[in-house]
């Protein structure tokens, strides 16, 4: 399947969402491949860096410029997931893209200078719909405010209902979305080390404290536990991340004890 990140808005959260998506379908071990299609080559550098780490599954990219329509379709005869980074413009690349694409996300923020180009985008959808009938198009509110005092989102929806697009809003605040795009780097020392973690149990006597490793992923959903301001978030991540975090903090205390004995 060929999934398009693409619009005409620079900023709202295209290349964050392909990486991570990439990401993700690397980790559940699917075979995918990103495509960098902006001279600004955002997944391309996230790529690069990414790949020096290792024990995070290797995320395979490809650099694709002016009409890749054919580039697009061969790829997707070779992999099960292409994943297209199209830049905030109306360009050769997005244009060919939404002529070979199954799917495309279009992000934008709640703002009127988002709306304002979503319309348009909305016209290049239909045009490549006559080339492309099956082309399913989806429009990604990103960067929603959750304080519900702020009422952009809805104004959003509306214009959206009244275009008949389809939308998907993401219970997400900015901060967990520049967590994400980040992968936590900031987390690491200088070395590249990663941090220590303790493992607690009350019950527990006496207490021991367990270095683990924790990924880019990991660490991502790590800080958004921390950044999340809405109960939900939390719980969800709670849900999720917490027993992770058991399992290797007692799969490393087991390793160092056979390693003493």
């Avoid at 348009?120 to 082309?135: D, F, I, S, W």
């Amino acid at each position: 399947m060929i999934l398009l990140l693409g619009g005409e808005k620079g900023g709202t959260g295209k290349s964050t969402l392909a990486t991570n998506l990439a990401a993700w379908q690397a980790v559940q071990g699917r075979d995918v491949i990103l495509v960098d299609t902006d001279v600004q080559r955002t997944a391309a550098n996230w790529v690069d860096r990414r790949n020096l780490w290792n024990g995070v599954p290797v995320v395979q990219c490809a650099e694709r410029r002016g009409n890749v329509f054919d580039a697009l379709r061969d790829l997707a005869k070779r992999y099960e997931e292409v994943i297209v980074d199209a830049g905030g413009r109306d360009s050769e690349e997005l244009r060919t893209a939404l002529v070979a694409a199954h799917k495309v996300y279009v992000p934008l923020r709640a703002s009127q200078p988002d709306l304002e180009t979503s319309l348009h985008m909305n016209e290049l959808v239909t045009l490549a719909r006559g080339m492309n009938p099956a082309l399913e198009a989806r429009m990604l509110i990103a960067l929603a405010p959750t304080n519900p005092s702020i009422k952009e989102t809805a104004d959003v929806q509306e214009l959206l209902r009244e275009l008949s697009a389809p939308a998907v809003e993401p219970e997400i605040d900015p901060a967990a979305l520049e967590a994400f795009a980040a992968g936590a780097r900031e987390q690491r020392g200088a070395k590249g080390e990663l941090p220590p973690w303790d493992r607690f149990d009350p019950s527990d006597k006496p207490r021991y404290n367990v270095a683990i490793r924790l990924n880019d992923y990991q660490l991502a959903m790590l800080r958004y536990l921390a950044e999340a301001r809405d109960t939900s978030q939390h719980k969800l991540l709670q849900k999720h991340l917490i027993p992770i975090l058991k399992q290797l903090a007692l799969e490393e205390f087991e390793s160092n004890r056979v390693k003493s004995s």
